[in-house]
């Protein structure tokens, strides 16, 4: 069972906006503005999207973005595309020096 | 444009000590001020984070794994491994090699590599 939780799922039509949330703790996503997400996709690399919260790593499209509000990040895509498709990570580090993923979250272009 | 590699065997007998290595190209990691890390992710299950090891040799673990965690580097080789001892079917996950960007973040996934626990 991971440690921060995410949504199994979400969908959403090209051109529309989604947000994934990521729950934790004080211990974690609420006690620290380390926060990052990643994108999943079947036979690639994962790819850093967000990081420190709401940092985007260079070459990130602006459609990404990134926050946090109390022990709940969230990232927010806008502008869906069909190449969105794939599953995304939260990641935080958490109390005692250790890094807490989320389940993940599997993205449907509709 | 950084890249890693995972090697080493797929298939591993309960009891016995998994062990990779990553090969770090495209760039330095020759005080190269980056920490470099090992990820798992079981089958339907989330990523959970094995431990991270600076260029210098410093080393952290997940706690929870801490007991049976080694870490090491080469760099003048560019690479660092895993061994992970006493192993169960538990153990049995996709593992990627990845580099630390800065706090305690991935900015590099190598592409994962499956190992089976399995006798």
């Known amino acids: 069972q991971s440690a921060l939780t995410q949504p199994a799922s979400v969908s959403g039509s090209p051109g529309q906006s989604i947000t994934i949330s990521c729950t934790g703790t004080?211990?974690?996503?609420?006690?620290?503005?380390?926060v990052s997400w990643s994108q999943h996709q079947p036979g690639k690399a994962p790819k850093l999207l967000i990081f420190?919260?709401?940092e985007r790593p260079s070459g990130v499209s602006n459609r990404f973005s990134g926050s946090k509000s109390g022990n709940t990040a969230s990232l927010t895509i806008s502008g869906l595309q069909s190449e969105d498709e794939a599953d995304y990570y939260c990641?935080?580090?958490?109390?005692?020096?250790?890094?807490?993923f989320g389940g993940g979250t599997k993205l449907t272009v509709l | 444009q950084l890249q890693l590699q995972e090697s080493g065997p797929g298939l591993v007998k309960p009891s016995e000590t998994l062990s990779l290595t990553c090969t770090v190209s495209?760039?330095?990691?020759?005080?190269?001020?980056?920490?470099w890390a090992w990820i798992r992710q079981s089958a339907g299950e989330g990523l959970e984070w094995i431990g991270s090891?600076?260029?210098?040799?410093?080393?952290y673990y997940n706690p929870s794994l801490k007991s049976r965690v080694t870490i090491s580097i080469d760099a003048s080789k560019s690479q660092f491994s895993l061994k992970l001892t006493s192993v169960t079917a538990a153990d049995t996950a996709v593992y990627y090699c990845?580099?630390?960007?800065?706090?305690?973040?991935?900015?590099?996934w190598g592409q994962g590599t499956l190992v089976n626990v399995s006798s």
């Open positions: 990845a580099r630390e960007g800065g706090h305690y973040y991935v900015d590099w």
């Open positions: 495209g760039g330095s990691m020759n005080r190269s001020g980056y920490y």
């Open positions: 090891i600076y260029y210098s040799g410093s080393t």
């Open positions: 004080s211990s974690d996503i609420g006690g620290y503005n380390y």
């Open positions: 420190d919260v709401n």
């Open positions: 990641c935080s580090y958490a109390r005692g020096s250790t890094w807490a």
